[in-house]
């Protein structure tokens, strides 16, 4: 089974604010058992994501050896979950973003009542921690008063 999914990126305070992110999820549905709910590592999972004016795959994600891992939840939903991980630092597989704004991101994947062939696709988005002005403009003031005070 293969399929498409888009996912905005929340107002976080980026340039990328309001942009979609486009990608394709394929996976084998006759090894998903609705009888029996287990999470499970599926190797012949796929995933292509373009975000951030850059595109990642499975080898992306931040466990990627383990990864991908389809979550499958117990009745009445008999449903899966699918969440794809993208970070600079951290897990076992660092991957670098060609965004300065942007350190990390997460689209989970989640089947909607209709059925297994359509999904909403979310996407969490971890954004470079910059001091603003005024925070910049403080610890400059107290770097030249420590230093004024040393020379005293």
């Known amino acids: 089974m293969s399929f498409d999914f888009s996912a905005t990126v929340p107002n976080i305070g980026t340039s990328f604010d309001g942009s979609v992110i486009l990608g394709t999820v394929s996976y084998n549905d006759a090894i ?3 009888a029996t709910p287990t999470e499970f590592y599926s190797p012949e999972a796929s995933i292509t994501v373009s975000a951030f004016g850059q595109n990642f795959d499975q080898s992306d994600d931040l466990e990627f050896g383990t990864f991908p891992v389809l979550s499958l939840s117990p009745a009445p939903f008999n449903s899966w979950v699918f969440t794809f991980v993208v970070a600079e630092s951290g897990g076992s597989n ?14 989970n994947l989640d089947p909607v009542a209709s059925g297994l062939s359509s999904y909403v696709a979310s996407v969490l988005v ?27």
Request: glycine share 14%.
């Open 94 to 107: 660092p991957v670098g973003i060609n965004a300065p704004e942007i350190v990390g991101f997460e689209i």
């Open 126 to 152: 971890t954004p470079n921690a910059v001091p603003e002005a005024g925070s910049a403009i403080l610890g400059l003031l107290g770097a030249l008063l420590l230093a004024g005070r040393r020379r005293r």
């Open 32 to 34: 998903i058992n609705p």
